[in-house]
């Protein structure tokens, strides 16, 4: 077989499977929409957190999975991206798109502000130095009187859109969240696609390589953070117009180390891999926690020990593994 | 000014006990490069043993008798960590595998000792005060101080005087080569997580009647101990000194100044050396010295 | 004509190690210049010192005319200095497309764009897959690049250097390790380089030196022994004596000259 036709042949697959993937998605979407129609307030509730708590989980996936930058510190951006967002909507306006940009910007500001103390290490030392991040926006969280401290941020009322009325329901709530998740979604699977994505990729890879070809890595990096950064305060805005409150245990430590399982349950780097973690592990957390005697961190810290020996390239990297296999054999 | 000089002495205690915890965390990740996020849950294992031993101070033969127990169990604790770290060899696996280890033992230790918080008495002999600076100041944080004097110069003779530290400061230095020129360092490795995870949990022993015991202290005490060794250099002994002494002063100024930035000051403090010395004061790697 | 690269007292010190000592070398546009010695006589220091991989300790590297001492790795390589490593350094994780077109999306400027998905970057990506075929790699580029042979990473990686446009490119060390039919298909890709393409070839393999090269630098203990063409480099009893340390220096030059 020629080059030319080796690269038809493949060439030739790509539609297929771009199809296929494309009806699993908006299946996936239909189902996603359809569940305040069919389900209880309850547990479209827990949907609307896991949904929100995904988008952390992609900040964390874009800088541990996709650039190599394994963190623990995505939660203080999430905070603040939650704390502005509560602050708006308790001294400004309950319009969740505000909102939501104001936990953006908040997410994104915060990341550059800390995250060049960061972005000059690597590896181990990287999630030293955002974990030690991390719980420096914790710790001050917990004491700044303007936040609440200790007590946390309460009396955000009910989010509006567009001028509508108040939305009460915990469906159209859902559906707010579920929307801008899509959006954010979305958007960092085009950031993955796009030629920074491949920046990033090389980054992770072979950062001397990336010097040697012209790259400044530095610049690369600080740019994943502050984006990454952004996606967490998204998320935040996404939690605190569900729950309506605040606190620091939002941002602490156990939030930051839940979101890097769910990257790592899920698979590094595969963006749906990662989602998948972030309901299982919001799942384990709260529901399984009430069935073990409220003794969740018990479990959940068995489940990290187990992650590791188990799984090790996450419920991503078995899936790749079975379809590589079922080729193998076809 | 006296109210300084008291924060002063507050701070210097504060550095004793950091530079108690920071070590075993330094050294570990300098030789092996593990992160081990279980270092907090380690001083708080110490830090309940206190409780359940001499929680009520009344028996000083008990706060003696808990030191060396938390050692053991700090030790025994350090010894599984290192076993488990050794088990994988990417560096996220073992931070993730001590992330759980030390979610664990937090939640254990909240089944046995209840979610409140429980202070430790210091021991009666040494529970008074003492006029210094014309303010009287508690006995037992003098005796802090001393105990830190005496730990960094013992440390300082171990690692730097005798055959073992020589070893030590070479594994730190490169891996590859001490392993090369035929010393087994996987006994050395295991040795110095479980000496540093004793220590800590001493210092959480030491610590209980200046900070107590509560769910929640793991996570504060791991980010200290994170900052000293960031701020000191990954790998130095003289390093997790100095780190320790200057967040223990950076503390005790913010408690006394600004309570409500103590927290903020501290982050301040690791963002500025950073900037000036991106790998900390006293780093290990680029000069051979503990 | 002046040279496209000149190195004037060139010199790099391990603390009291002098590996490469008062280095003078120059190579003209256009030329395909070889640097041998033996194992330890600074090779890969001197390379990874031009490269700008490692600061210079003393001495000037001048690149097009201006000096570049002092520039770090990414700028010399900006301005078309490129190297290839002795362990074939390429990423493992990407695809093979992907490789090449990192270097080519770094030329076109386009390495820091997320508003579009990377196929849609129609120049880049064509660009990329002619750099693929020209090595012969053209119908892998789906594949991973862990997936390929130790001798296919060298052509992927001099496609991914070719991609960044370079107008000197230094390969150290580029046969080591291979199989002789897999070096030949490398001497001959070499050979196929378009001419005006400086080259500076680290080499143990004494018949691809004198196959591709126009001069011949020899490196000993740090220092130039000798330096010029082919067959000025056979003749020369300094040569002789130091590098190959014998006299039979026919018996081991006969390779080159069938």
Redesign the interface.
């Given at each position: 077989m020629s080059a030319a036709e080796r690269t038809q042949a493949v060439d030739g697959i790509r539609p297929r499977r771009t199809a296929g993937k494309a009806v699993v998605a908006v299946a996936v979407l239909l189902l996603l929409a359809a569940a305040p129609l069919v389900l209880g307030a309850y547990p479209v509730s827990t949907m609307t957190r896991i949904l929100a708590f995904a988008v952390l989980v992609l900040s964390v996936d874009l800088l541990t999975g996709v650039t190599g930058l394994p963190t623990l510190g995505q939660a203080a951006y999430f905070g603040a991206g939650a704390y502005t967002a509560a602050l708006v909507g308790i001294h400004l306006t309950s319009d969740a798109s505000v909102q939501l940009l104001a936990g953006l910007v908040a997410g994104l500001v915060t990341a550059a502000l800390t995250g060049w103390v960061a972005v000059r290490a690597r590896g181990v030392v990287f999630l030293m130095l955002t974990l030690a991040i991390g719980e420096s926006v914790h710790q001050v969280a917990d004491t700044w009187s303007v936040v609440g401290a200790s007590n946390g941020l309460a009396g955000m009322p009910p989010i509006t859109l567009f001028g509508g009325p108040p939305l009460l329901a915990a469906g159209f709530v859902y559906w707010w969240v579920l929307a801008a998740a899509v959006v954010v979604f979305a958007a960092v699977a085009l950031v993955v696609r796009s030629p920074y994505g491949r920046t990033l990729r090389g980054i992770r890879d072979n950062e001397a390589r990336m010097r040697a070809l012209g790259y400044r890595p530095a610049l690369a990096r600080y740019g994943v953070f502050c984006l990454a950064g952004a996606v967490a305060g998204t998320g935040g805005a996404l939690w605190a117009a569900h729950a309506r409150f605040v606190s620091p245990g939002d941002l602490g430590f156990e939030v930051a180390a839940l979101a890097l399982l769910s990257v790592v349950i899920g698979g590094a780097g595969s963006l749906w891999g990662p989602c998948l973690g972030a309901a299982l592990v919001l799942l384990v957390r709260d529901n399984l926690s009430a069935a073990v005697g409220g003794h969740g961190p018990l479990v959940l810290g068995l489940v990290f020990v187990a992650v590791v020996f188990l799984l090790p390239r996450g419920v991503a990297g078995l899936a790749a593994g079975i379809r590589r296999r079922k080729e193998g054999l076809s | 000014m006296v109210t300084y000089l008291v924060g002063a002495l507050n701070g210097l205690a504060m550095g004793s006990l950091l530079f108690a915890i920071a070590l075993g965390l330094s050294l570990v990740f300098g030789m092996m490069d593990v992160l081990n996020l279980a270092h907090g849950a380690v001083y708080l294992v110490g830090a309940y043993v206190a409780v359940a031993l001499a929680g009520d101070g009344a028996s000083p033969a008990a706060f003696v008798l808990a030191v060396p127990a938390a050692a053991g169990a700090g030790a025994v604790l350090g010894g599984v960590l290192a076993g488990l770290s050794r088990a994988t060899p990417h560096h996220l696996d073992q931070a993730l595998l001590t992330l759980g280890v030390s979610l664990v033992v937090a939640e254990l230790l909240s089944v046995f000792f209840g979610n409140d918080v429980h202070s430790v008495a210091a021991p009666a002999p040494v529970a008074g005060s003492v006029t210094v600076f014309g303010e009287s100041y508690p006995v037992y944080r003098l005796l802090v101080i001393g105990f830190g004097v005496v730990l960094a110069v013992g440390v300082y003779a171990l690692v730097e005087r005798s055959r073992l530290g020589s070893l030590i400061r070479a594994t730190v230095a490169d891996r590859g080569m001490v392993s090369a020129l035929g010393v087994h360092t996987g006994r050395v490795l295991v040795g110095v997580f479980a000496a540093g995870a004793g220590l800590a949990a001493v210092g959480g022993v030491l610590a209980g009647p200046i900070l107590g015991a509560a769910p929640g202290l793991d996570e504060k005490v791991l980010l200290l101990a994170l900052v000293v060794v960031v701020i000191g250099g990954l790998g130095s002994v003289r390093g997790a000194l100095l780190g320790a002494v200057l967040i223990g002063q950076v503390q005790a100024l913010g408690t006394t100044l600004l309570p409500e930035y103590a927290s903020f000051l501290v982050f301040a403090a690791m963002a500025l050396v950073l900037l000036l010395r991106p790998a900390g004061l006293l780093p290990a790697r680029t000069a051979v010295h503990a | 004509m002046t040279p496209l690269l000149e190195l004037r007292g060139l010199t790099r010190a391990y603390g009291s190690l002098t590996a490469v000592s008062g280095v003078d070398l120059s190579v003209l546009p256009g030329e395909r210049h070889a640097l041998i010695g033996p194992n330890g006589a600074g090779k890969s220091t001197l390379f990874a010192t031009v490269?700008g991989?490692l600061p210079a300790t003393a001495g000037t590297v001048l690149f097009d005319g201006a000096d570049v001492t002092a520039l770090?790795?990414?700028?010399r390589?900006?301005r078309g200095l490129?190297?290839t490593?002795q362990h074939s350094?390429?990423?493992?994780?990407?695809s093979v497309l992907?490789n090449v077109?990192?270097?080519v999306?770094?030329v076109h400027r386009?390495?820091?764009?997320?508003?579009?998905?990377?196929?849609r970057?129609r120049r880049?990506e064509a660009e990329a897959l002619r750099h693929l075929?020209s090595v012969?790699l053209?119908?892998r580029?789906?594949d991973p690049a862990a997936a390929l042979s130790h001798g296919e990473r060298r052509q992927l990686e001099v496609a991914?250097v070719l991609a960044?446009e370079p107008s000197l490119v230094m390969f150290d060390e580029p046969t080591a390790g291979m199989s002789a039919a897999e070096t030949e298909r490398f001497a001959a890709l070499v050979e196929r380089l378009p001419s005006e393409l400086t080259l500076l070839i680290v080499e143990h393999d004494l018949d691809v030196v004198f196959r591709l090269a126009d001069r011949v630098t020899v490196l000993h203990l740090g220092q130039v022994l000798a330096s010029g063409t082919a067959e000025q480099i056979r003749a020369d009893d300094a040569v002789r004596a130091a590098y190959l340390g014998s006299a039979r220096t026919d018996d081991l030059f006969t390779g080159g000259t069938p």
């Open positions: - | - | 490269a991989t770090p790795e990414a700028k390589a900006r490129l190297r490593y350094s390429v990423f493992l994780g990407c992907d077109a990192l270097a999306q770094r386009v390495a820091h764009r997320f508003d579009r998905a990377a196929r970057f880049t075929e012969g053209a119908g580029g789906a991914m960044a």
